[in-house]
């Protein structure tokens, strides 16, 4: 006898809130402009560290 799959998500409906397309550019951008900025700390930390092997 196969046992039926539980579903439920504690309560809840399950369905995820509807963002829609204008939050989900500027959470997009926003996270480009994070991920860009946290490059340029880490090429600067890179320049920081080869600057004490020499």
């Known amino acids: ?3 039926e799959r ?3 998500r504690g309560g809840s409906s399950g369905a995820h809130p509807n963002l829609g397309g204008e939050k989900m550019a500027v959470l ?3 996270s480009d402009v ?3 900025l946290l490059g340029a700390v880490m090429v600067l930390a890179m320049h920081a560290g080869f ?3 020499e």
């Open 1 to 3: 006898m196969p046992r």
């Open 51 to 53: 600057a004490f092997l």
């Open 6 to 8: 539980n579903t439920d």
């Open 34 to 36: 994070l991920f860009i």
């Open 28 to 30: 997009k951008s926003s």
